[in-house]
């Protein structure tokens, strides 16, 4: 069996994580991060997942984040889509702009 790297705890097995990378329109990107901020990812949080990093590159076209949840995949998914159909999550996005014009979302591995 693989041994983890030293900044790695067991626990970092059991969760799954996903990427999500947002193409933004930059003249929105800073009302949009202190919308994730105060309003989505407390939301998130209260279900179950935790917000990893959030990362702004510097010309603000792109935000990429990261977002775990103790479990397999497919309990991930589970969870994800019951968050999706919410309407907590409707309420929340009810008449925001389109602050998010292309999506790269993909599960990962955290090597180190």
Request: glycine share 4%; no cysteine; charged share 30%.
């Amino acid at each position: 069996m693989t041994e983890l790297p030293e900044t790695m705890t067991a626990d970092t097995a059991e969760r799954t994580t996903w990427m999500r990378r947002y193409t933004l329109d930059p003249a929105l990107a800073e009302e949009f991060v202190q919308f994730l901020s105060k309003e989505v990812f407390p939301a998130r949080e209260g279900r179950g997942f935790t917000i990893e990093s959030v990362w702004l590159d510097n010309d603000k076209s792109q935000l990429t984040w990261f977002v775990s949840r103790l479990g397999s995949s497919a309990e991930f998914a589970a969870a994800e889509q019951a968050w999706e159909d919410s309407a907590e999550r409707a309420e929340i996005f009810a008449g925001r702009p389109q602050y998010v014009t292309g999506k790269d979302l993909r599960e990962v591995t955290r090597l180190r």
